[in-house]
Nanobody
Framework: QVQLVASGGGTVQVGGSLTLSCQGS????????MGWFRQAPGKDREAVAQ???????TYIDSVKGRFTISRNNGKKIMTLQMNSLSPEDTGMYFC?????????????????WGQGTQVTVTS
C-alpha cells in the first residue's frame, strides 16, 4: 500500500513561486500514475497535473507553462514546481496516485489521496 505525504505549501504574493513535494512509500511507487489535485473553498476538487510511470505528463490548461510536475522514483518523491502564481491557484493541494502505470488523459481513475498542503496566493 502506498502512502502519500504532501508538503511545501505556504502563502506567496501574486507572481511568486512554490514547490510542492509528495513523499510516497511502498515498493510499487514507480508503477503508479501520480498527480496533483486542488480544492478551493466552496469548490470541487480539480485535477492540476499528473505524471505516469514513464514520465509522461498532463496539465490542465490554466497551469500549462507555469507548473511543472516531476518524479524521482528512486526517492519516491513527486514534486510540483509552481511559478507565476495567481489568486486563482489558491487552494488545498493534494497528491494522489492511481494504480495504473499509464495516466488517462482525462485524469480519470481510481485515485487515492494523501493529506493536503495549503497554498494561498495574495494580491
Amino acid at each position: 500500500q502506498v502512502q502519500l505525504v504532501a508538503s511545501g505549501g505556504g502563502t506567496v504574493q501574486v507572481g511568486g513561486s512554490l514547490t510542492l513535494s509528495c513523499q510516497g512509500s511502498g515498493n510499487l511507487f514507480s508503477n503508479y500514475c501520480m498527480g496533483w489535485f486542488r480544492q478551493a473553498p466552496g469548490k470541487d476538487r480539480e485535477a492540476v497535473a499528473q505524471i505516469g510511470g514513464s514520465g509522461a505528463t498532463t496539465y490542465i490548461d490554466s497551469v500549462k507553462g507555469r507548473f511543472t510536475i516531476s518524479r524521482n522514483n528512486g526517492k519516491k518523491i513527486m514534486t510540483l514546481q509552481m511559478n507565476s502564481l495567481s489568486p486563482e491557484d489558491t487552494g488545498m493541494y493534494f497528491c494522489g496516485r492511481t494504480p495504473s502505470y499509464w495516466c488517462r488523459s482525462d485524469f480519470s481513475g481510481s485515485w487515492s489521496w494523501g493529506q493536503g498542503t495549503q497554498v494561498t496566493v495574495t494580491s
